[in-house]
Each structure stands twice: as C-alpha cells, then as structure tokens.
C-alpha cells in the first residue's frame, strides 16, 4: 500500500512564501509523474503543477510563474516552491501520481492572509 503525506503548509501573509512536500512511502518501486492539486473551501480540486520523473513540468496558468515544482526521486519526494503567494491561493494541498493516482492523503492546509 502507498502512502502520500503532505507537509509545509502554514499562514503566511501575501508575497511570502512555502515549500511544500510530498512523500511517497510504502510498496512501489519508483513514482513516475506527480501532480500537486489543491481545493479551496466550496469549490472543486484543481490541478495545479505536475512533475515527470525526468524533471519535466506543467503549471497552471494562476501559478504560472510563481510556483515550482521538483522532485527527488532517490527520497520518492516531490516538493512545491510557491513565491508571491496570493490569498486566492488559500487551499488544502495534495499531490498524487497521474495516472494511476493512489488514495488521497490528508493534504496540507496555505492560508495566505493579511
């Protein structure tokens, strides 16, 4: 069974910034391509970067520019590096494997307030 565990969230104000990460433990060998998702209250989980295992990514055009994403695929860990973070950046944050995601983990909760 895999396991996804989020962590690095926190209350920060706008422009600051987290790193988030994502362990993957138990039986698998390797993770191929993440994706990093979040949800905000009310309203349905969206996509928002995605890592191959070669380093390739993908960001949504609302973190375009300010999020990074990076992997170290020796700890199975994938982290997000999110700058001038916004208040409409206020969401939990999870990551999972595409395709073939695994069940959801607990995420991790930025709250980007003044």
């Known amino acids: 069974q895999v396991q996804l565990v989020e962590s690095g969230g926190g209350t920060v104000q706008p422009g600051e910034s987290l790193t988030l990460s994502c362990a993957v433990s138990?039986?698998?060998?390797?993770?191929?391509?993440m994706a990093w998702y979040r949800q905000a209250p009310g309203k349905q989980r969206e996509r928002v970067a995605l890592?191959?295992?070669?380093?390739?990514?993908n960001y949504a055009d609302f973190v375009k520019g300010r999020f990074t994403s990076s992997r170290d695929n020796a700890k199975n860990t994938v982290y997000l590096q999110m700058n001038s973070l916004k208040a409409e950046d206020t969401a939990v944050y999870y990551c999972?494997?595409?395709?073939?995601?695994?069940?959801w983990g607990q995420g991790t909760q930025v709250t980007v307030s003044s």
């Open positions: 138990g039986s698998i060998f390797s993770i191929q391509t």
């Open positions: 890592i191959t295992r070669a380093g390739g990514t």
């Open positions: 999972n494997q595409i395709p073939n995601g695994f069940a």
